[in-house]
């Protein structure tokens, strides 16, 4: 059982685990780093690029150790709402990843599984943070999403917990063309289906999707494609009554 | 007498051209998208729930009970001729079917799986009408602390009954709950978990969870690598539809008991169908003389099941149409269908609205009577349409999941919306949870948080409102001894019995 092979390999995966652990810390803040960069472009609104990543950088750095001393104090200072982050759902999920490097994990399956749900919980915990809580007796708006994420976070932590204890199935085997592929066809729909009609985006994302497949053979899928395409085009407009635009747009005007 | 003037006024609605026509559609749609495999009877209502969206509300209704008992036989034909359960309902059906059809013996299992079930779903319409308006009574008492404790009852059932460790499926009706939070709260209206983005201030829609969830994250997982081998489709040659003199007498018992065995556990919420058909089996096989005839083709394993499932379909509507509690995940996308169509379910459905009511139970008979009458002759059509290769089938459900999504709402955001939750849904599968549990839960969020509120509003903030309460104390305390039951390693060991056994 404990021969240095295995050993060698846990401890790999679970220096590799602890790492996407990390990444999982501060991934609502590259989120919004990568989105604000649209704001360059005046692709929607928000803070600028520069402004988000030293906001980030100083409250994951700086502000939130100087909230949490200056709370022992007795400094009742309001946080801001990127120092809440930092406190409420990165520094936990770095403390998780930190221990996870000194745990033999007997079921990555429920372990990662758990924690991703605690990780969820967490951000849910912080999104409601700015709702009002408990007015006397009568619920505020943020004390069912705060009772419930509290309860998530700990069944999220005893999932893990399981996954420490018992033996169980490893990580389950991702693919990643299956999921690309039908992913790009749904937001081409989407962004397509506006200005392009249902005729145009409903074709190029059915050749979009099946190129999530090897098995796809392209002369027969054309054919389908078009059928297909010629099929909705009647049915949900025509029979259905559902308004959508048919073709692109400057093609009518 | 009421029950016989409600029947008749039921099969007057039921019988107008139009709504036949609704109920005809629904079955066929329900039965081909069942037949599917991979897309089981939640998908299939939840993708076509935007089609009705233009009908008039009875019509609609009609047309989606059409297609969840549709899809429910649809389910059976495809697993006893090709031991592909369409959905997880006939599962079972699958051990001593495809034996039976293995044997050469397709016709009689088929024909036996539809006489069952159209027995079974004629009992159960009659249960519906009978215990309706009774129940509804029951329902008036019932305040918020009732409600709530209902329904914490409902999902602990949820739990109880769903395969795999229960902190998960508690761990994803606690996700459900968090989710049906997005968006204004009802009270107070602030916008919680919106983060200003205009399409999440309505909330999460639930259609747009739904067909992420189970649609696309069925497609992507249908894609993996591997999955090819589950999808390998066998041609089955039938011989001889009718089943001999000595298969109906074998089946008949069985029939009704499991008919009885249905009615009671789809009305019970959290149970529903998938139960009703395992516990069925269960127990033709402990009754039998000889229990090694079980899965090597012994007719009572399809005759069962089969009318336990299709009983707890529709006896499932009763806590729906009386309380408007949906026990299942199905009845939750038939409240939000229902809710579409601006009719809030609940005790006063059935007195505001004789029509959808009696309408649609009354449609129920017709719509199984329709689909004993479809199924038989059509099987070599489904059959057929098996063979369709899986690489033309993937690309046309995305595209008509994606169309059918943007229609609900006009708004390209749902589409990508439901595709993120594709993903959730890869993700959850990948870790072994259940998404059946989420989507209860994030259905009874809203009623549950509200009734929350109300209760404790009305103690001036006592929580042992719950338990002071008669009825809402006895519903807890239910719902605790289960949970206890659940966790006891005894009821454990023989759960996972029971779900081994499915799986030979």
């Known amino acids: 059982m404990a021969d240095t092979m295995g050993h060698s390999a846990t401890a790999t995966r679970n220096t590799s685990v602890a790492i996407s652990f990390c990444l999982l810390a501060v991934a609502p803040q590259v989120f919004e780093f990568i989105w604000s960069i649209g704001?360059?472009?005046?692709?929607?609104?928000?803070?600028?690029?520069?402004?988000?990543?030293?906001?980030?950088?100083?409250?994951?750095?700086?502000?939130?150790?100087?909230?949490?001393?200056?709370?022992?104090?007795?400094?009742?200072?309001?946080?801001?709402?990127?120092?809440?982050?930092?406190?409420?759902?990165?520094?936990?999920?770095?403390?998780?990843?930190?221990?996870?490097?000194?745990?033999?994990?007997?079921?990555?399956?429920?372990?990662?599984?758990?924690?991703?749900?605690?990780?969820?919980?967490?951000?849910?915990?912080?999104?409601?943070?700015?709702?009002?809580?408990?007015?006397?007796?009568?619920?505020?708006?943020?004390?069912?999403?705060?009772?419930?994420?509290?309860?998530?976070?700990?069944?999220?932590?005893?999932?893990?917990?399981?996954?420490?204890?018992?033996?169980?199935?490893?990580?389950?085997?991702?693919?990643?063309?299956?999921?690309?592929?039908?992913?790009?066809?749904?937001?081409?729909?989407?962004?397509?289906?506006?200005?392009?009609?249902?005729?145009?985006?409903?074709?190029?994302?059915?050749?979009?999707?099946?190129?999530?497949?090897?098995?796809?053979?392209?002369?027969?899928?054309?054919?389908?494609?078009?059928?297909?395409?010629?099929?909705?085009?009647?049915?949900?407009?025509?029979?259905?009554?559902?308004?959508?635009?048919?073709?692109?747009?400057?093609?009518?005007? | 007498m009421d029950l016989f003037a409600n029947l008749a006024h039921g099969f007057a609605v039921a019988f107008s051209p139009i709504n036949l026509l609704m109920c005809l559609i629904g079955a066929l749609v329900g039965t081909l998208v069942g037949v599917l495999p991979g897309i089981g009877t939640i998908a299939t209502v939840a993708m076509l729930l935007p089609i009705t969206f233009g009908l008039p509300p009875v019509g609609a209704l009609i047309m989606l009970a059409g297609i969840y008992y549709g899809a429910q036989y649809g389910g059976s034909t495809t697993s006893i001729l090709v031991n592909i359960p369409g959905e997880a309902t006939s599962v079972v059906t699958a051990i001593d079917g495809h034996q039976m059809a293995k044997q050469g013996r397709a016709g009689p299992a088929l024909a036996i799986a539809a006489i069952g079930s159209f027995f079974a779903g004629c009992v159960a319409t009659v249960l519906i009408a009978v215990l309706g308006a009774p129940l509804t009574k029951l329902a008036l008492a019932f305040g918020p602390a009732e409600y709530f404790s209902l329904m914490v009852l409902g999902l602990i059932f949820a739990v109880v009954l769903a395969k795999g460790s229960v902190l998960k499926a508690i761990a994803m009706i606690v996700f459900g709950l968090l989710l049906s939070m997005v968006g204004s709260d009802i009270e107070t209206g602030a916008s919680r978990m919106a983060f200003n983005i205009p399409e999440l201030a309505d909330g999460l829609g639930f259609a747009t969870v739904a067909m992420g969830v189970f649609g696309f994250a069925e497609i992507i997982r249908n894609l993996d690598a591997g999955a090819e081998m589950n999808r390998d489709l066998v041609q089955q040659?039938?011989?001889?539809?009718?089943?001999?003199?000595?298969?109906?007498?074998?089946?008949?018992?069985?029939?009704?008991?499991?008919?009885?065995?249905?009615?009671?556990?789809?009305?019970?919420?959290?149970?529903?169908?998938?139960?009703?058909?395992?516990?069925?089996?269960?127990?033709?096989?402990?009754?039998?003389?000889?229990?090694?005839?079980?899965?090597?083709?012994?007719?009572?394993?399809?005759?069962?099941?089969?009318?336990?499932?299709?009983?707890?379909?529709?006896?499932?509507?009763?806590?729906?149409?009386?309380?408007?509690?949906?026990?299942?995940?199905?009845?939750?996308?038939?409240?939000?269908?229902?809710?579409?169509?601006?009719?809030?379910?609940?005790?006063?459905?059935?007195?505001?609205?004789?029509?959808?009511?009696?309408?649609?139970?009354?449609?129920?008979?017709?719509?199984?009577?329709?689909?004993?009458?479809?199924?038989?002759?059509?099987?070599?059509?489904?059959?057929?349409?098996?063979?369709?290769?899986?690489?033309l089938m993937f690309p046309s459900i995305v595209i008509f999941c994606a169309i059918g999504i943007y229609s609900v709402n006009n708004a390209p955001v749902d589409v990508i919306l439901a595709g993120v939750f594709g993903l959730v849904g890869y993700w959850l599968i990948k870790h072994d949870f259940e998404p059946a549990p989420l989507l209860l839960g994030m259905v009874l969020g809203p009623l549950m948080e509200e009734n929350l509120r109300r209760a404790l509003l009305i103690s001036r903030g006592d929580w042992s409102v719950f338990l002071t309460r008669p009825l809402s104390a006895v519903l807890l305390g239910i719902a605790a001894f289960l949970l206890v039951l659940t966790v006891l390693p005894a009821l454990r060991s023989k759960r996972d019995e029971v779900f081994t056994e499915s799986e030979n």
């Open chain 2, 237 to 391: 040659k039938i011989t001889g539809l009718m089943p001999t003199r000595k298969d109906l007498k074998d089946s008949a018992p069985a029939i009704l008991r499991g008919t009885a065995l249905g009615s009671i556990l789809g009305i019970l919420p959290g149970g529903g169908a998938v139960i009703a058909s395992f516990a069925a089996y269960t127990l033709e096989k402990k009754l039998a003389r000889d229990p090694s005839r079980f899965g090597r083709g012994a007719i009572e394993g399809v005759a069962g099941p089969e009318s336990a499932n299709n009983a707890a379909a529709q006896t499932s509507f009763i806590p729906l149409l009386t309380l408007g509690i949906p026990p299942n995940a199905v009845m939750a996308l038939m409240v939000g269908a229902m809710t579409i169509h601006g009719i809030v379910p609940g005790p006063q459905v059935m007195q505001k609205q004789p029509d959808l009511v009696w309408g649609m139970i009354a449609s129920m008979w017709i719509g199984n009577l329709m689909l004993i009458i479809i199924n038989l002759p059509l099987v070599g059509i489904w059959v057929r349409l098996l063979r369709v290769p899986y690489r």
């Open chain 1, 39 to 253: 704001t360059i472009f005046g692709w929607g609104t928000g803070r600028g690029p520069a402004t988000v990543l030293i906001s980030h950088a100083t409250a994951l750095v700086a502000g939130a150790p100087a909230v949490l001393i200056g709370s022992i104090g007795g400094d009742t200072k309001k946080a801001s709402s990127d120092v809440l982050l930092a406190l409420i759902y990165s520094y936990p999920i770095f403390a998780v990843a930190i221990v996870t490097l000194f745990m033999t994990i007997r079921s990555a399956q429920d372990y990662v599984g758990g924690i991703v749900l605690m990780a969820l919980a967490l951000f849910a915990l912080w999104a409601s943070s700015d709702l009002q809580g408990m007015r006397g007796f009568s619920f505020g708006a943020g004390t069912a999403p705060r009772m419930f994420g509290g309860l998530l976070v700990a069944l999220g932590a005893a999932i893990a917990l399981t996954g420490l204890l018992t033996d169980g199935p490893s990580m389950a085997h991702y693919s990643w063309r299956g999921p690309l592929f039908v992913m790009a066809a749904i937001v081409f729909f989407a962004l397509a289906i506006r200005p392009l009609g249902v005729v145009v985006s409903a074709f190029a994302s059915f050749m979009i999707a099946a190129t999530g497949s090897h098995e796809t053979r392209w002369l027969e899928a054309v054919i389908v494609g078009a059928c297909l395409t010629l099929g909705c085009a009647l049915l949900f407009p025509y029979v259905l009554g559902l308004p959508m635009p048919m073709f692109p747009r400057f093609l009518i005007q």
